[in-house]
């Protein structure tokens, strides 16, 4: 038996916690908060008369409030007997110093009315582990809670949380993938550019002198020298020109081997931009490609490409 | 009026070429210069030019406090990478043949293994620069992976395959194996260890691209005239010229009609043989920029040695050996020798011209010298007295 377990065998021994009293007893104004805030209309909670009328005999408070009437508050602190607080003391001596909640089951046995004051005990149910997940090795801690009015039960909550020893982050080596790709500079010229991608639009500058159609864009018209930009919307269909396997050096938010595909668009103008769902190996000149708009964050949309279904030749 | 025959370089210096210097780049510089000002037989006093990269973190002014170079009267740098190498030297003898200074020497220095390496990500280069907003966030973001995407077009236009490529490497470190100043001294490859050595961008290897290192180069340039009454033959400039092409850019040149050609070295080799009255037959030495290998068969096309797509071919029953039709960078080039963004290639032709090279070619006349590819770029001419 670990420390750990020996630990959790000593907490779930010493069976429920005293007692601990609601802060209030039920009341309406608490009622009132919570059901505009979880949006619950059922009159029963609010209107004497539809509660009478339902049989209730009288306001009654929505079940799933149990937990509200208990909360600790702002400042709340566990009591000293509390099985959970003690079980997470020991898991955090162990090194498994993370915690989040992984799922909790309510039963209530009766509704609860104006007035009364309710009690909270809690115990240990059990403790398993250690248990290998995605977000690290870790005990998965169950305790029960019991809500007492007087000595008559009035609802229980089985409550899981995975108590767990955070995965290392990768050292920086070489395999690691840096976070951070490379923005591009935007400015007066390109910025229609950049604007299209996040409304998913591939945009090709057009001179609004000669119509000249233009990638990379610029300011000024190299057939007509007019300074009348446009765009049009490309299909954002093409072929694939030329194309890199990109193995070494590692490159920021990317990991390799990946492929950057230089694409003549049916359009005329030529764009590059990564090449995925393809494997490497499969990808020659004359590849027929559309455009995918990969969202990078809420300011940068790349364009990217994609092999075009039926597009075999 | 004419550079051609105006100008010489009359001295060179370096230092060792190495991973790890150990020491500032403006002490590199320094040392170079003054190994370059102590081969022509002049002092820093009698420098009133100095030329460089935009590169380059040596600044003239900081040189010349180095070196005590009192006054200056022309100072200069050139843009856009290895480009750059030739038009130095185009630029000295420009201020030469104009009068606006009488010795300038052009300089080239850096830590480029130990310090900043040109062979990562150029993360810096992205932030803003528009023209790179175009391929390094779509992933684009290296040297080798720019001339790859290049290279792939290139082999399936004109059927080239990486063992053509390959064929540049065997030559360069085959010359480099016999140089006692290069890297790979005594430590040549095989066509065979060039095809299974690892993919850095496809279709390039590891063996398809340059070294990285520390060092750097120096070059003196004066007068063909007071050239004469110093210590060493002079180099004759010949010819000296620089290039862009149509919608150029910086290494990602990809929105012209054709993405075969270097047109950028088209306009050089037109303006080098007009200025120097030849013609590819008559380069007895070539000294080809090769930062990665597919450029230099596109170079040989471009300079007129044979027609476009017809590289594979014309390197072919040994033509780049020492005693072939066209000897390819007897000193290894960058791929052999040592990265010194094209400087350590004019140093070597030099050599070639005075006689004087680890790998000597019989009877030469004439040099050609290229710079950075992928780039606006830059090319000479030397020659014999």
Redesign the interface.
């Known amino acids: 038996m670990t420390r750990v377990e020996e630990e959790a065998a000593r907490i779930a021994a010493a069976g429920e916690s005293a007692p601990r009293l609601a802060r209030d007893p039920v009341n309406l104004p608490m009622v009132l908060n919570w059901v505009e805030a979880i949006g619950d209309a059922n009159p029963v909670y609010t209107d004497p008369e539809a509660a009478e009328k339902a049989g209730h005999g009288g306001l009654v408070a929505p079940p799933a409030m149990i937990q509200v009437w208990t909360m600790g508050g702002l400042h709340g602190q566990r009591s000293s007997d509390d099985p959970l607080g003690a079980m997470m003391a020991v898991l955090d001596e162990a090194g498994y110093t993370s915690v989040v909640a992984t799922n909790s089951d309510q039963t209530y046995h009766r509704y609860l009315r104006q007035g009364e004051h309710v009690a909270v005990t809690t115990r240990l149910d059990d403790v398993v582990g250690p248990k290998r997940t995605a977000l690290g090795e870790g005990w998965f801690v169950t305790t029960r809670n019991t809500w007492y009015v007087g000595d008559e039960v009035v609802a229980e909550m089985r409550f899981r949380v995975l108590k767990f020893r955070p995965a290392e982050k990768p050292a920086a080596v070489a395999e690691a993938v840096p976070a951070a790709v490379i923005r591009p500079a935007v400015n007066h010229d390109t910025e229609y550019f950049w604007q299209g991608t996040a409304l998913g639009e591939l945009r090709i500058q057009r001179c609004g002198g000669c119509g000249l159609l233009r990638h990379p864009p610029g300011p000024m018209c190299p057939e007509c020298g007019a300074t009348k930009p446009t765009h049009l919307v490309s299909d954002g269909v093409g072929e694939v020109y030329s194309y890199v396997v990109h193995h070494h050096p590692r490159v920021p938010g990317r990991a390799t081997p990946f492929v950057v595909a230089l694409v003549e668009l049916d359009e005329g103008v030529r764009m590059l931009g990564e090449l995925t769902g393809i494997a490497p190996d499969d990808v020659r000149v004359g590849l027929p490609v559309e455009v995918v708009f990969t969202k990078v964050d809420d300011d940068l949309t790349m364009p990217t490409w994609r092999p075009r279904a039926g597009g075999g030749s | 009026m004419s550079v051609s025959g105006a100008a010489a370089v009359v001295g060179i210096g370096a230092t060792e070429f190495s991973k790890d210097s150990g020491r500032s780049e403006l002490r590199l510089a320094a040392e170079a210069v003054r190994d370059a000002l102590t081969d022509a037989g002049l002092e820093p006093s009698d420098v009133d030019g100095l030329v460089s990269f935009t590169m380059d973190s040596n600044t003239e002014i900081a040189v010349a406090r180095e070196l005590g170079i009192p006054e200056l009267t022309f100072f200069s740098r050139i843009h856009y990478g290895g480009g750059a190498a030739c038009a130095t030297v185009q630029q000295a003898a420009m201020a030469v043949a104009t009068g606006m200074a009488e010795v300038v020497v052009c300089y080239r220095a850096f830590n480029e293994r130990s310090g900043h390496r040109f062979?990562?990500?150029q993360?810096a280069a992205?932030?803003?620069?528009?023209?790179?907003?175009?391929?390094?966030?779509?992933?684009?973001?290296?040297p080798a992976?720019m001339v790859?995407?290049?290279a792939?077009?290139y082999m399936?236009a004109h059927g080239a395959t990486s063992e053509d490529f390959g064929r540049i490497a065997v030559v360069d470190r085959k010359h480099a194996a016999t140089n006692p100043k290069a890297w790979f001294h005594e430590r040549p490859i095989t066509l065979e260890e060039h095809q299974s050595s690892?993919?850095?961008?496809?279709p390039l290897r590891l063996l398809d691209c340059c070294q990285e290192s520390d060092g750097a180069v120096a070059i003196v340039v004066t007068s063909a005239e007071r050239a004469r009454d110093l210590r060493r033959p002079p180099a004759v400039i010949r010819a000296a010229a620089q290039g862009s092409g149509t919608?150029q850019f910086t290494m990602?040149s990809?929105?012209r009609d054709d993405?075969t050609g270097l047109p950028e070295m088209g306009v050089v080799a037109k303006a080098l043989w007009r200025q120097s009255g030849l013609g590819p037959s008559d380069v007895d030495v070539a000294v080809l920029y090769d930062h990665f290998t597919p450029f230099v068969l596109v170079q040989l096309e471009e300079l007129g040695f044979c027609q476009r797509g017809e590289a594979r071919h014309f390197i072919a029953d040994g033509m780049l050996e020492l005693d072939g039709g066209l000897p390819l960078n007897p000193h290894g080039g960058q791929l052999g020798e040592a990265y010194v963004h094209g400087m350590n290639g004019i140093a070597e032709a030099v050599r070639q011209v005075r006689g004087t090279a680890a790998n000597q070619v019989r009877a030469v006349a004439h040099v050609l010298v290229t710079a950075g590819t992928g780039v606006p770029t830059s090319g000479l001419v030397l020659g014999v007295d």
Do not use: C, K
């Open positions: 062979g990562q990500v993360t992205a932030v803003g620069s528009v023209d790179n907003s175009w391929s390094y966030p779509m992933g684009l973001g290296t992976a790859a995407m290049f792939r077009r399936h690892r993919w850095i961008a496809e919608d990602t990809y929105y993405l």
